[in-house]
């Protein structure tokens, strides 16, 4: 006598195969949930890393915030050499940290809103004078990187052009300071 399968294992493998059918649904809907998840969190990245922080609103505020505070040391490893330094260019690290000194004990101060950031170009050296020197240094061999950025703020000595360009740690370094109001 041949018996088929009892009505209670009937009912386990029914059971089973809608389990597995729940279960490759909801892990189905899980994996989109992750491909989803994972593809936000690209695009998040990937904005992220489009804007050099050169051009980063949050960085140039944090560099005001650092020529405010006046800490020579900072300011003279956050700074580039060469420097241009109104329309002249500071070619040693000493004269940059001379420099930066000089400006703490004029007690410059730049506000920390209000300022513009926008690309800087290998043309822009007429902004501040139209020499040589100016010419080399924004020129196609000279020091500006594809990030450098004018950042154009008010301060306790008039309106000021802050160069940022490259980075030194998570900020923008510092590639010049003039005043444009003369």
Not at 9 to 35: D, P, R, S, W
Request: glycine content about 10%.
């Amino acid at each position: 006598m041949t018996t088929g399968p009892s009505p209670g294992c009937l009912v386990e493998t029914h059971i089973e195969n809608h389990a597995m059918e729940l279960y490759h649904q909801f892990g189905g809907i899980m994996k989109i949930q992750y491909g989803v998840a994972a593809v936000a969190a690209v695009l998040l990245l990937g904005a992220c890393a489009t804007t050099p922080p050169s051009q980063d609103e949050g960085k140039v505020a944090a560099v005001i915030e650092l020529i405010n505070n006046g800490a020579v040391e900072d300011l003279s490893a956050q700074s580039h050499v060469p420097f241009l330094f109104d329309a002249e260019l500071l070619v040693r690290s000493t004269d940059i940290g001379l420099m930066w000194s000089g400006v703490r004990q004029t007690g410059l101060r730049i506000a920390p809103v209000g300022f513009v950031v926008e690309p800087a170009a290998a043309s822009d050296y007429a902004r501040i004078a139209d020499t040589f020197d100016l010419q080399s240094y924004f020129g196609p061999e000279g020091y500006l990187p594809d990030d450098a950025a004018w950042v154009t703020a008010d301060s306790s000595a008039g309106r000021l052009l802050v160069l940022l360009g490259g980075r030194e740690g998570s900020l923008p370094l510092i590639y010049g300071i003039a005043r444009v109001d003369r």
